[in-house]
Each structure stands twice: as structure tokens, then as C-alpha cells.
């Protein structure tokens, strides 16, 4: 836990960041330091993260917060950061920006009404929804804000293209979406794609198969990567915030959704568009009736190439590898991984090596061990790449349980093979 971390400083090129620079959630440079009620001071992105993910204490103290989780801006410490900053500047270091001040809910109701106002003019309500934008992409708090008024905004993402003028009639009977290039259906888009959704507001989403047909269609076709970013992140929202999977299946199983977040994923994408697919495809696989799917539009080896390049950063990692897992547990996902040749079971190995984080290498030891235990060429080449040396360190602690379970069944199961092997080899010396 963040509060049982000894005071150690921290490297950064030649120079160490004092220890009451760094943020004790992050153990990195506070960019916008905030006290909370029990005067710990956390970088703001830090611990509203820890607060948004359900959290109720103090990370350091451990004591409960109340229900206040007020945070006033630490001015003095930032001061006295950007000071630093300056006289280590001929190091490399740049001087942390002064923090804007959080949105306000007024503001944010205003530019709302503004976008929302069927009277004003197209631009001047493209304009609000900017502002807006960029609002909840400054911090978790502003997102908090400006969810508080996120039904106009959704509403407006989807009402505002015709729905008649963007399907038309194939010749084969089918339809087709036109690309029709809405401005403000755009940015309402960009908007509401980062906000958190309702159950209720999912399942609205979800059961207009016109309006899935409108996201798959931004997905797979749209020219602009950014559109296509916004249409990926809204559908991780509609998925996240449905509580039945009823909802999530006819996500997945809506025409082209599958497809299109899969070659997002591909080494050639950008990582912002593998980050958003990414996230959609782990909480789309969740559900067990959609993993079959997912196979079969071959995600298991997109995500694992994808992996193999190590451009992914750390939450990405765990949310491929973790999805990557749970492909394995249906037919046909140990054999997308072991049909990688090489790539799959060399970048599990590599995972497990270098642990850019716990849940990363538990979850490849989840991968390897899926697969080991239906092909016994692949715990002969686990062995070879020299896992046994790493699931020994699992074993013995600095891991998670469930982790130190899964290392334990490979363990065993890799260490017969390697007495195995070792016995082959003897046997053929002496012959």
C-alpha cells in the first residue's frame, strides 16, 4: 500500500526529486499538489483516480475521509516545486505548469444550455461543447462536473444526426451508413465519450440498434483517427455502465463493433487508438458469450502482436493481457496464442521477465499456463525461455495470492517437463 513505502528518493537522470516533492500514490514529481481533510497532500490526478475507483481513506494515514473528499490546492508546495524545477533546469527538468482552476458547475451549466439551445447558431454551440471538451479532459474532477450534466450531451452525440439521412437501401436489401460529416453530433461525441454512464443510459443507448449501427459505422469508416477514438471510448462507456450483460452482449454483437475495435488494436494504429479499443474490447470480453466472438474476429492475436511491440503503457498492458486471458478460457483462444508461434509465448515469457507491473505478470502467467495445459511443446519452449527462474520469484512472494496460485500450478507443471527434458538429455548422452 501507498503508505507502507519507505522514504526513498527517486532518480530522475542525474538528479533526485525530494521526497516530499513526490506524490506518495504515484511516487512521481506532484505536477498539481492538493491537501484532503486528513492534511496528507497527494498530485491531484493521484488521488482523485483513487477516490474515482471507490476508495473512502486517506491512502497514506489509511483513516476514512467521511464523505469529504474536498482538495484545496497546495499552493506554497507547488511554488516551492516550480522553484526547484528552475534550478535544475540545466538537468533536463522542466518547470511544472501552474494548474488551472477546476471547472466551475455554473459554467458548466451555462456552456451546456449554450450547445443544448436548438435557437443559437451551429457554431456558437460548436463552441460551448470545445470549452466543454476541453473542461473534462483537464481532470477527473472537471469529468465529475460536467457528468453531472451529461444527458444533454449524450442526447445530443446521437440526436443530432438524422437517422433517416445516414442509413440508405443496398441493392442486396441491406443499408449502408453515409458518412455524414456533423459538426456538432461530432463534438457532442468527443464530449460525452469521456464522461461516465448510467445503467439506465446504457441500456438506452444499447437497445437503438440505430444508434450502434451509427458507432460501428464511426468505428470502421470514418476518415478522422480521433472520430474513431471517440466512437471506441463511447462504446467502453455504454459497456462499463450496463450492469446486465444482456446489454453488453448486443453491444458486441452489434454489426461491425467487434471488427472495427480489433483493428484499432493492430500494430499500425496509433497508440491513443489501441488505448480506447483496448478498454472496449476488455470490458465487451468480460461477459462470457462475447469471448467466442472476439476469437473468431481474431482478437487474441491482434492483442497479443500488439503487446509484442511494447509501446503500450502500463494500464493498456494489463487490460491486453488481462483480455488476452479470458480469450483462453474459450475455444479456440490457446490456440490463437500458440498459432502466434514465437510471438506468443515469447512475449508472456518477456512479461513475466521484466513485471512492468504485478497484475501484467500475473496475468501472462494466466496466459502461459492456459496454454501449457494443452500443448505440451509450449511448456517444453516456457522452459527454454527461461520461466521457471521468474515463477520461483512469484512463488515467493511479492505478488498478489491469486497470482502466487497461478505461478504455483505452472510452476509444477513446467517443473516435470524440465526433469523430463533433463532425463532425455542424459539418456541420449549415454546411448
Same mark, same amino acid.
Given at each position: 500500500m501507498p503508505g507502507s513505502l519507505a522514504p526513498q528518493p527517486l532518480d530522475l537522470g542525474a538528479v533526485q526529486i525530494p521526497y516530499h516533492f513526490r506524490c506518495p500514490v504515484s511516487l512521481e514529481l506532484m505536477q498539481d499538489p492538493v491537501t484532503v481533510s486528513t492534511g496528507q497532500t497527494y498530485d491531484r490526478s493521484s488521488i482523485e483516480s483513487w477516490v474515482a475507483t471507490g476508495n473512502t481513506t486517506c491512502p497514506v494515514t489509511r483513516a476514512s475521509l467521511d464523505g469529504d473528499f474536498t482538495m484545496i490546492p497546495n499552493h506554497t508546495l507547488r511554488r516551492l516545486i516550480q522553484e526547484w524545477c528552475v534550478a535544475h533546469r540545466s538537468f533536463g527538468i522542466e518547470r511544472i505548469p501552474t494548474p488551472k482552476q477546476p471547472a466551475d458547475p455554473t459554467l458548466v451549466r451555462s456552456l451546456v444550455a449554450q450547445c443544448s439551445s436548438s435557437t443559437a447558431t451551429g457554431e456558437f454551440r460548436i463552441s460551448a461543447l470545445r470549452r466543454l471538451r476541453a473542461l473534462s479532459r483537464e481532470s477527473e474532477y472537471n469529468r465529475k462536473v460536467v457528468a453531472e450534466f451529461r444527458s444533454p450531451l449524450v442526447n445530443l452525440a446521437f440526436d443530432a444526426i438524422d437517422s433517416s439521412s445516414i442509413f440508405k437501401t443496398t441493392s442486396d436489401g441491406g443499408s449502408m451508413m453515409m458518412m455524414v460529416n456533423n459538426g456538432l453530433a461530432m463534438e457532442a461525441l468527443a464530449v460525452a465519450s469521456v464522461l461516465p454512464l448510467s445503467d439506465s443510459e446504457s441500456t438506452a443507448i444499447a437497445n437503438r440498434a440505430d444508434r450502434l449501427k451509427w458507432l460501428s459505422g464511426l468505428l470502421r469508416s470514418h476518415d478522422s483517427i480521433d472520430v474513431r477514438i471517440? /466512437?471506441?471510448?463511447?462504446?467502453? &462507456?455504454?459497456? #462499463?455502465? $450496463? *450492469?446486465?450483460?444482456?446489454?453488453?452482449?448486443?453491444?458486441?454483437?452489434?454489426?461491425?463493433?467487434?471488427?472495427?475495435?480489433? /483493428?484499432?488494436?493492430?500494430?499500425? &494504429?496509433?497508440? #491513443?487508438? $489501441? *488505448?480506447?479499443a483496448i478498454r472496449a474490447l476488455f470490458s465487451l470480453t468480460l461477459v462470457k458469450q462475447n469471448r467466442e466472438l472476439a476469437v473468431r474476429r481474431r482478437a487474441t492475436e491482434t492483442l497479443v502482436e500488439r503487446i509484442s511491440t511494447g509501446d503500450l503503457e502500463r494500464g493498456d498492458l494489463e487490460r491486453a493481457l488481462a483480455t488476452v486471458e479470458l480469450l483462453c478460457r474459450v475455444e479456440g483462444g490457446c490456440a490463437a496464442v500458440i498459432g502466434s508461434g514465437e510471438i506468443g509465448v515469447g512475449v508472456m515469457a518477456r512479461v513475466m521477465e521484466s513485471r512492468p507491473s504485478d497484475r501484467a505478470a500475473e496475468h501472462a502467467v494466466g496466459v502461459m499456463l492456459a496454454v501449457c495445459v494443452v500443448d505440451d511443446g509450449v511448456q517444453k519452449e516456457a522452459v527454454k525461455r527461461g520461466v521457471l527462474p521468474q515463477l520461483l520469484i512469484m512463488v515467493q512472494g511479492g505478488c498478489t495470492e491469486r497470482a502466487k496460485r497461478k505461478a504455483q500450478v505452472l510452476l509444477k507443471l513446467l517443473w516435470s517437463t524440465a526433469l523430463a527434458s533433463q532425463h532425455d538429455d542424459y539418456d541420449h548422452e549415454f546411448r
Open positions: 471517440n /466512437a471506441a471510448a463511447m462504446i467502453e &462507456s455504454i459497456s #462499463a455502465g $450496463a *450492469k446486465t450483460p444482456d446489454i453488453r452482449i448486443l453491444i458486441a454483437q452489434s454489426d461491425g463493433i467487434m471488427e472495427g475495435l480489433v /483493428a484499432m488494436i493492430t500494430t499500425t &494504429s496509433p497508440k #491513443a487508438a $489501441a *488505448k480506447a
